[in-house]
């Protein structure tokens, strides 16, 4: 058998002058502080100032000089390309009243339940810029999404930079603890690819996991109700072959699409409402309470009740679906 | 409780060879052995001072005579490979990995002398997948992970590791998974990989990459050596940065590509001995992994000096790399639309 030979790698009169690990001091580079407070930004608007803003941002980008969170979301890019266009769908196309914006906490996390419709998911964009837009912090809107939209190539990178993440308890209740406002939108693919004739009826709110990550973080659930995405696209029939061919919950058959081609994925252009309702509190439970199940499917079904009632009484208040 | 006899196996890599030297600098402790196949490294060398250099293969049961006749009290299982910095032979480096890990735990559970074993580990035993939670804690098990691969090694070995647990639980085991290591000063596949002219990435796809600097590396395996009690811990710098967010910082130029044409690049990149990108390093590329470590700060008690940014900032500028446009062009005619002089 080998005998395992020690072999000393230094003269022993070395040993007594051993050299110590360089020891890095370089630490975080520290920005050293002003002497003299920088020159006042001279006020410029318009043309240039717009040119400045474009050069900034391209500056940024290139040189990678922006904040990502660890769900990939990137505020600098969201703020000035993806919400940009959608704003204006946003103003000009579905004309969105919001109601209710004073439901919304100043600060601190909750979680802001929706119902889902419209066969593309347009009324979470449009939810994430009525919080945007509406509330007084002007907070951003952390979404939760399907596990489908992650997988596509191109739609899962863009969902992470607008600040979506999986739909998932660990997610949520990450997003929750760190004082975010999350949507969550619980109907999934059953809610939004529901057909035109059962519009505006809720579908079933899955497995009440948003309720458990609610309580489980003590934050409250808000209610939102949003009607007009019901009419974007009126979805009257379902190729279903063609959906499992490409892996889709559903390929969408609507007065305009396929028939139309391009054309017919313009969605119609109704008048949409958001009405974010009173914020229902999960603290006052017991510790442990999201683990009793009948707690949990009460409390799902409060919300889903609650939602629905609001949908009804904000139909009956509405006229024509196109012109509010 | 101060170790007297510390055992580091892998000194023939960058971890094993400088942990080695650090554990030599502290006199506290008695002896430190270092074990490896191959000698380490001439600059490691010169700093490793009165650290010992063992000649033996951690497969082999001549490991178990080394701690028994030293007496070894604490073993540093440093010599785990699960992200390899460039084409291995896969035989081999699985070989190393499980075999040696099984011979090392065989010969420390025969050695009574034993109280403390630590092992160095990967976040890479998570996986990286569209399914998968945006960060990991350290009660998430291994999804979406190829079924053979260096990553598997490590889940294998963690596996091992715990069955280890249970036959000897008077000795305190520390876990660690590490993030990617980035450094100037380290060979790692992102170091090798970001450094490539042409940075070739997935289309549509882009990862969020949390990242370690070597020397916090060091330092946080050096501490749980040292520090009384285990556990599984990970260990990440603070932040993350966009894969393409990288890039960009390290002035490359991204070459994306469509997911059918990985392979070949693959193929081809591993040809030129370059990288090796293996399925898990492509599903990493797509998807990135980000792990939470909370516990790091709050049990075990340690905090990063560097943050993702600093530490691959500091892998930029310590490599000499520049970026191909000048920031301060752009810079500069931002501040003459607006007027100011600065």
Known sequence: MQEARVIPLQRTE????????????????????????????????????????????????????????????DPDLTETVLLPPLRAVYQKWFRVEVSGVENLPADGGALIVCNHSGTLPLDAMMTAIAVRDNHPAQRYLRMLGADLVFQVPLLGALARKSGQTLACNPDAEQLLRSGELVGVWPEGFKGIGKPFSERYKL?????????????????????????????????????????RLFGLPYFPITPFFPLLGPLGAIPLPSKWHIRFGEPIPTDTYEKDAQDDPMLVFNLTDQVRETIQQTLYRMLTQRGNPFLG | MTPKVVLVTGVGGYLGGHLAARLAANPDIERVLG???????????????????????????????????????TVLHASLTAVPPGPTRRTALKEMNVIGTMQLLAACQRAPSVRKLVVKSTAAVYGAGARSPA??????????????????????????????????????????????????????????YFSLPV???VLGYDARIQLLHSEDALAVLEQAALRPGGGVFNAG?????????????????????????????????????????????????????????????????????????????????GSGMRPVLDPSLLAGLESRVLGTRN
């Open chain 1, 14 to 73: 070395r040993h007594r002058r051993f050299n110590p690990p360089p020891v890095v001091t370089e630490g975080p580079a520290v920005e050293p502080t002003p002497l003299r407070p920088g020159a006042v930004e001279p006020e410029v608007a318009g043309l240039r100032r717009g040119v400045a803003d474009a050069l900034a941002f391209a500056r940024r980008r290139m040189t990678g000089d922006y904040q990502v969170d660890e769900f990939g979301f």
């Open chain 1, 203 to 243: 579908q079933r709110f899955g497995r009440g996991g948003f309720v458990s990550a609610a309580m489980r973080t003590g934050v409250p659930i808000i209610p939102c109700s949003i009607v007009g995405a019901e009419e974007i696209y009126p979805k009257i029939g379902d190729l279903k072959a063609i959906a």
């Open chain 2, 135 to 192: 960060v990991f804690t350290e009660d998430d098990t291994p999804k979406d992970i190829s079924a053979s691969g260096p990553a598997r090694d490590a889940v294998e070995v963690e596996q091992y590791v715990r069955g280890f647990a249970r036959r000897r639980p008077d000795v305190e085991i520390a876990l660690i998974r590490l993030t990617n290591l980035i450094g100037p000063r380290v060979d790692t596949l992102l170091t090798r």
């Open chain 2, 35 to 73: 074990v490896d196949t191959v000698p380490p490294h001439r600059d490691v060398v010169r700093t490793l001072g009165r650290a010992e250099f063992v000649r033996a293969d951690i497969r082999n049961p001549l490991i178990a005579k080394v701690i028994t006749s030293a007496n070894v009290d």
């Open chain 2, 199 to 201: 940075v070739p990435t």
């Open chain 2, 237 to 317: 710098g603070d932040g993350v940065l966009m894969l393409s967010q990288a890039i960009r910082r390290a002035g490359r130029v991204q070459l994306p590509m469509p997911a059918a044409a990985m392979p070949t690049a693959g193929r081809l990149l591993r040809g030129a001995r370059l990288v090796d990108f293996n399925t898990d390093h492509v599903r990493y590329l797509n998807y990135g992994r980000v792990v939470d470590t909370t516990r790091l700060r709050t049990v075990f008690g340690f905090t990063p000096r560097w943050t993702t940014r600093q530490a691959f900032d500091d892998y930029v500028h």
